[in-house]
């Protein structure tokens, strides 16, 4: 252990200063020595079948600020292609390095009570409410990984939703990363109250001038009762950057929440996604789709935990392989003893585009409980011949068949994208990877 | 335009290393329509699958020629681009890929880069033909065959063969398994396709649809090839009298099924 001490590249001061800066509250400057202190003492998560120990998780620069822009138009390309029209009318953040640059919530949700800001402007305007949902539903002593997320925080949007207020618009957030070795430490938190109703969808993107940057980032989504999260991500990060992604909810009685996740880091990445269904009704609809190229090598852990009665999830992860990567998908659906009526469903298939390429669906199921249903579904195979065939039979040529149907095989995640321009992104990305 | 012609000669085709089609003789010529009858597992499909270049089948030996050119050194999709259409009798499904997406890759995929097809052009020539097969606009937009019926995806075979224009079709059973008013539209599908530009061979097991679509000549096959040609009247005789009877009058007595 101490010799893993000495591989942080910043110390109690480092952090006491960064967070000094910040003008945070005391007790999220102490939160991040506590964070310190177990990224020393506790290992690295143990990803099934993937070796993380010479991942780079902690050296780089969390400290990149950027200036804030007053004007959409004023932003990279890259960003302003995913937003609506661009007119500035929509509900985003936009956060560049580790500054929130650009803001906007519409009057009218103001008037409601929602709250949508970034992580250093919760800190100042919310401290209390903040506090009582920040690492919840996840442990900050998890592993090092969430304790470095504790300790290192730079970047992260706070969502809140007060009881009964149905948002139909829906909120987006942007993260981009451009300087030299960048690190993002981002922390977000989505509130939805009683009987609330949102759509989040975020999209993490950087510049290859980044080089060998990291991503450390925590999402947790407290779902009331009776209300309803529709949660989507993009994950589009350069080919030199590690990426540690964990997303978790936590679902109240009659609450559901949808995951729509298109995570098509080009980089070494290890994503944690997990749902627990705890109250009596609630629901989980889980979409994830990636694409593994060139040499890189990912981990993808979903899991869903079935606590209340009558809990209800899907979860469907679809993949492609090409190249030399490595991706290891693990589905894990949990009906703890007492969870009596739930069902829970799991379909994880995964198409080979090389022979150089690995790809391992595991199915687990884990249940405790009698009066349940529950099924899952896991293949790892090639590219339908018959279909190829058929395709070729019109006259197109093998390759773009092959594109296609490897297209069409990870659309269902493309349609459930809310925004038109995260829509783009992801449909971009997946022809770009692909290609 | 010269008159596309189809050319097969002694075709011989086997299937996992068992022998199928025995020295299969067919001529065609644009503006023809031919019947391709037999009972089953003579090896009719097979025929089909070996002329569009399904991957499990190999020819042996013998000859397919398509205006002067050798079918069987092209792939599949340089066939299709040369001129060959397969409506399929288990026509494949491709989750996440629009019928319209399909059609227009197809299409353009003939057409070759730097001259795809203006998308209006497209969109209305899609519409007609849809209407035409009384087809609801709501397809071009579902993933292809995914969902459909058995009827839904032979009519969408014949869409697909009135947007890609080919010069030689070949309906693989086409009429199995359909209602008579499917049958009408894939008739009517067909018979709109005719002219000297545009052959068309029908494998079928029965004599009614040939009822709608008028063939020019009528072959039978059996024991992996070609046992007697005729004009319509052959289908007629062959409705009346059966397979049995056919059999007893050409004297085939061995009758060693075979596997489609």
């Known amino acids: 252990m101490s010799m893993q001490l000495q591989n942080l590249p910043f110390d109690s001061e480092d952090i006491a200063k960064f967070s000094r800066d910040r003008n945070e509250p005391n007790w999220f400057s102490e939160l991040r020595m506590k964070g310190l202190n177990l990224a020393e003492e506790l290992p690295l998560p143990k990803p099934e079948k993937t070796r993380i120990a010479d991942w780079n998780f902690t050296d780089f620069n969390y400290d990149t600020s950027s200036a804030a822009v007053n004007n959409l138009s004023d932003l990279p390309e890259d960003i302003r292609r995913l937003m609506n029209n661009g007119d500035g009318a929509g509900n985003v953040l936009v956060h560049v390095n580790s500054s929130a640059v650009y803001h906007h919530l519409s009057q009218e949700l103001i008037d409601q009570g929602v709250i949508y800001t970034d992580l250093a402007t919760a800190l100042r305007d919310h401290s209390d409410l903040f506090a009582k949902y920040y690492f919840k539903t996840t442990s900050i002593k998890k592993h090092r990984l969430t304790a470095l997320n504790a300790a290192l925080a730079n970047g992260g949007s706070f969502l809140y939703i007060p009881r009964n207020v149905v948002i139909s618009e829906p909120v987006q957030a942007v993260y981009y990363q451009n300087a030299p070795s960048a690190g993002l430490v981002a922390h977000t938190v989505v509130v939805a109250e009683q009987s609330s109703a949102v759509t989040f969808v975020e999209s993490y993107l950087s510049d290859p001038i980044v080089g060998k940057g990291v991503a450390n980032i925590v999402s947790e989504v407290v779902v009331g009762e009776n209300a309803q999260v529709k949660y989507g991500a993009v994950d589009e990060f350069s080919d030199q950057m590690i990426t540690y992604v964990n997303r978790q909810a936590e679902v109240a009685r009659d609450g559901s929440i949808q995951w729509a996740l298109g995570q098509m880091n080009d980089g070494n990445t290890l994503s944690e996604n997990a749902t627990n269904l705890q109250g009596d009704g609630a629901a989980a609809d889980i979409k994830a789709v990636s694409i593994g190229s060139g040499s890189q090598k990912q981990n993808f852990d979903n899991y869903v935990r079935h606590v209340g009665k009558a809990t209800k999830s899907q979860l469907l992860v679809r993949a492609a392989q090409k190249d030399a990567s490595n991706s290891i998908f693990n589905a894990r659906t949990k009906i703890e003893h007492g969870a009596s009526g739930a069902d829970g469903e799991q379909t994880q298939r995964v198409l080979m585009l090389s022979d150089q390429a690995r790809g391992d669906a595991n199915p687990i199921l884990l249940i405790d409980e009698y009066d349940v249903i529950a099924g899952h579904a896991a293949s790892v195979g090639r590219v339908d011949p018959d279909q190829l065939y058929y395709l070729m039979s019109r006259g197109i040529k093998q390759e773009t068949a092959e594109k296609l149907i490897v297209e069409g095989f990870l659309a269902p995640i493309v349609d459930l994208l809310p925004i038109e321009g995260v829509r783009k992104q992801l449909a971009t990305l997946i022809e770009r990877k692909v290609g | ?260």
């Open chain 2, 1 to 260: 335009m010269t008159v596309p012609e189809l050319k097969i000669n002694d075709l011989h085709v086997s299937v996992e290393g068992k022998s199928i089609v025995k020295g299969f003789d067919l001529n065609m010529k644009g503006g023809e329509i031919h019947a391709l009858m037999g009972p089953n597992g003579t090896g009719k499909s097979t025929v089909a699958s070996a002329l569009m270049g399904h991957p499990k089948y190999s020819v042996t030996s013998g000859q397919a020629l398509l205006d002067g050119e050798n079918l069987l050194d092209m792939s599949v999709d340089e066939r299709a681009r040369a001129g060959m259409f397969l409506a399929m009798q288990y026509p494949s499904e491709v989750s996440g890929v629009t019928n319209a997406d399909f059609l227009r890759t197809a299409i353009n995929g003939r057409r070759g880069e730097g001259n795809e097809i203006p998308l209006m052009k497209f969109i209305k020539t899609l519409d007609k033909k849809m209407q035409m097969l009384e087809m609801d606009q709501a397809f071009a937009e579902r993933y292809v065959n995914e969902g459909f019926s058995g009827g839904e995806k032979k009519r969408n075979e014949i869409l697909q063969l009135m947007m890609l224009e080919p010069k030689f079709a070949i309906l693989d059973e086409i009429d199995s398994g359909l209602d008579i008013d499917a049958l009408k539209w894939v008739a009517k599908g067909v018979n709109s396709m005719r002219s000297e530009n545009f052959g068309c061979l029908i494998i079928t097991h029965y004599q009614r649809l040939l009822n709608y679509i008028k063939p020019d000549k009528v072959h039978i096959m059996m024991q992996g090839r070609i046992v007697k040609t005729g004009g319509p009247e052959l289908a007629l005789q062959l409705e009346k009298e059966g397979y049995d009877g056919m059999k007893a009058e050409l004297g085939i007595t061995d009758d060693e099924t075979v596997e489609a």
